[in-house]
């Protein structure tokens, strides 16, 4: 994913795929409101279903260590 947004990525594959998000939601079996909170940025979204979404993509959200962040 680089150093894109989660929303950014979510619409490039989208594109890449040729889908719309009428699509998308469809085939991901995702409300379409979500798909357009999800790739407009929205701050607070049930990651159950951004999983959903992603694994059309082959990805999923996990946990990534963060190298500013000294062990606790």
């Known amino acids: 994913m680089n150093d894109k947004s989660l929303s950014e990525y ?4 989208r594109k890449e795929h040729n889908l719309t998000q ?3 939601s469809e085939k ?4 379409l409101r979500f ?3 999800l790739e407009q940025g929205k ?3 049930r990651l159950d279903k951004v999983n959903q979404v992603l694994s059309l993509f082959g990805t ?3 946990v990534v260590p963060i190298s500013k962040f000294n062990k606790l």
């Open 60 to 62: 999923e959200v996990g």
């Open 10 to 13: 979510v619409k490039l594959m």
């Open 28 to 31: 991901s079996g995702v409300g």
């Open 22 to 24: 009428v699509e998308l």
């Open 35 to 37: 798909v357009r909170e």
């Open 43 to 45: 701050q607070t979204l």
